[in-house]
């Protein structure tokens, strides 16, 4: 996995996002949206009186909006991101295909403080979020860069749901996704960004030896920042630092159904959790 999106990294996303014509969008009624894969909370806010929703239909997707500028830039890079993040799952297939996933698009701030008022178990300071085949996508920041950053946080999570058999640890599936959310715009825009300073020092990071075994978020809000971004460096140690067979070998461990501690230490050669927190305290300084 992520070998070719690394690649293409490096190549400024040269082979899909830059020399790929745009996928094809169309617009479509209310009456002919696939509701096959909607939970009946998801079908809820499609038939929410409060929304006047327009709907755009993509090969993979289909958009829920009420602006189609900017759903229809979700659309493009959506398809971009599905393409990359799919294409490091070689071996696996779409397990949801043809059915497409839902995007529904808030870009009103009250309306977005309502979603996650409605949403059972949702952090209060969720900024967007994947429910199973359905994202709920919050239009935030003012930059393109931020947006779509966040559409390819987001994106990472829709493509894992779709594809992989097993649930990732919530530190693996956070820090993938920061990962691509850190690179994956850029990269296919052109613009470059540097590792460096994609991972410079921490300061604070949240023990390795809680981090590897958390199952939910910290309740502490100031704490749930330094879990993100431990579990988007220590992505990038295993990535960046340590040899590709060895990622590739840890990933098949875990589409096994081995647990993830164990096959984390076993596999990087690290004898127990405190030499894999000095490794990574090495990476992170």
């Known amino acids: 996995m992520v070998k070719r999106l690394l690649a293409l990294l490096a190549l400024g996303w040269a082979g899909i996002a830059l020399a790929a014509p745009p996928p094809p969008m169309q617009d479509v009624g209310a009456e002919t949206v696939d509701r096959s894969k909607l939970s009946q909370a998801d079908a809820a806010w499609l038939d929410h009186p409060n929304y006047r929703w327009k709907h755009l239909q993509t090969e993979h997707f289909v958009l ?14 959506g398809e971009q991101f599905y393409a990359a ?3 490091d799952l070689p071996n ?5 295909a043809p059915a497409r996933s839902h995007i529904f698009i808030f870009r009103d701030p009250r309306d977005w403080k ?3 008022a409605s949403t059972p178990g949702m952090e209060p300071w969720a900024a967007s979020f994947v429910s199973g085949n359905v994202m709920y996508l919050q239009e935030v920041g003012t930059a393109a860069s931020d947006k779509m950053d966040m559409l390819a946080h987001e994106m990472t999570h829709l493509v894992f749901n779709r594809f992989l058999p097993v649930r990732l640890p919530l530190w693996l599936n956070e820090g ?4 691509y959310g850190e690179f994956a715009y850029r990269a296919a825009k052109g613009m ?4 460096g300073n994609a991972f410079r020092p921490l300061r604070t990071w949240t023990p390795l030896s809680e981090l590897l075994k958390a199952t939910a978020y910290p309740a502490e809000p100031a704490e749930v920042s330094f879990f993100y971004a431990t579990s988007k460096y220590l992505v990038g140690y295993l990535l960046l630092r340590q040899p590709r067979e060895k990622w590739d070998a840890f990933f098949a461990r875990l589409l096994a159904g081995d647990p993830a501690g164990p096959a984390l230490l076993e596999t990087y050669g690290w004898a127990d959790l405190a030499a894999a927190e000095k490794a990574f305290a ?3 300084r």
């Open 114 to 116: 309502t979603v996650v």
């Open 176 to 179: 993938l996704a920061e990962y």
């Open 92 to 96: 696996l297939r779409d397990r949801v």
């Open 85 to 87: 993040i799919s294409a």
């Open 192 to 195: 470059g960004q540097s590792k």
């Open 282 to 284: 090495a990476f992170v």
């Open 64 to 77: 829920h909006h009420d602006q189609k500028m900017f759903a229809a830039k979700v659309a493009r890079m």
